[in-house]
């Protein structure tokens, strides 16, 4: 229901799947539910950061449609159950062809980013946001508990 910058309606699914699977359990529940739209943080990041736009767009598109031996899948991955995607990405972490590393990595370093950047996953790392703000004063940044 959001206008993408960058992303098609496609590598947005494609990345929203990747995002549920790194994040973990508790994160890909707040993914799933749209308590945190990572697919919208990626696109948003990726709109201000034009280099990166290609790579990842293209990451994306391997990982979806791209089939075996270079991707361990027949199926597009957004039509993979679960494990089935864990056993793709984790094929692409553990090989020692620098294109699927570069292909897992990229999407994680941009999950992580995008799940992690919103104000909803602080629950999750206990982190309380930036300082300087109403919530969390540099005073209280600066004194040790």
Do not use: C
């Amino acid at each position: 229901d959001r206008t993408l910058a960058v992303l098609s309606p496609r590598a947005y699914a494609t990345f929203t799947a990747v995002a549920m699977r790194v994040v973990g359990p508790s994160g890909a529940e707040m993914i799933a539910t749209r308590t945190i739209d990572a697919g919208v943080a990626a696109d948003t990041w990726l709109a201000r950061t034009p280099g990166l736009a290609g790579p990842i767009t293209q990451a994306l598109a391997v990982l979806e449609f791209g089939v075996w031996p270079l991707v361990s899948k027949v199926r597009p991955f957004t039509a993979l159950e679960n494990d089935a995607q864990d056993r793709v990405l984790d094929d692409l972490m553990r090989s020692r062809l620098d294109l699927k590393g570069a292909i897992f990595q990229g999407v994680r370093a941009l999950s992580l980013l995008s799940f992690f950047s919103a104000p909803a996953s602080r629950g999750l790392t206990g982190y309380p946001g930036p300082f300087g703000n109403e919530r969390v004063t540099i005073t209280a940044g600066m004194t040790t508990p």
